[in-house]
């Protein structure tokens, strides 16, 4: 009897904006993905609605910058919020909830043989194993986020006096190294008490992800 591939996680990531009137039900919707086995959903702040009014509380520069790189990738005439990206191959409206429900089940039966992730008891160490090289290579990322919903109330802008909602928000990404195919181990950042981290494996060129894993 052939072996079945190894499970991986569906990538769903939401660049959003506290001070966008659009993203308050686009967030509704990755916060109900969330939930869903075999979903990760990552929530980034962009900082490029701020002039509206709300410098956005969760925004870093990086986190627009990671939105840009898809345009390109994608082939997108521009960015804009809210956005979805599903495992760095498509992107949807975040507002469209069947949409993204029906790309989820796409992307969750293409992983085919993903390269293994685990961390070390240490804690300190992910360890990656063997794969395809994808064209023009790839690299490993850890993404530490905040777990479950955070409210924020905002007091200016177009979502002025309402509670923003946010689920798993995205406090930074670091570049751990080149993956090259084969086994290899790296340093993770450290987190504070209470971060969940998200490794990443991303191809280089286009963009997609060919791997991930939690550590809660």
Known sequence: MAQSPPAAPVVVELFTAQGCAACVEANAVVERAAAEPGVVALTYG???????????????????????????ALRLRGVSTPEVVIDGRRQVSGARGAELEAAIGEEADRHVWPPQIEFRETGDRVGVGSGRLPVGGAEVLAV?????????????????????????????????????GRPALFDLPASAEGQGVVILIQA????????????K
């Open 46 to 72: 962009v900082d490029y609605w701020d002039y509206l009014g709300w410098n956005d509380t969760f925004a870093r520069p990086k986190f627009a910058e990671r939105q840009r790189a898809y345009r390109s």
């Open 144 to 180: 530490t986020y905040t777990p479950g919903a955070q409210v924020v109330q905002v007091r200016a802008g177009e979502n002025r006096g309402q509670a923003v909602r946010h689920v798993n928000v995205v406090r930074d990404v670091v570049r751990l190294g080149d993956w090259r």
């Open 204 to 215: 280089k060129g286009d963009r997609r992800i060919l791997g991930a894993a939690v550590r």
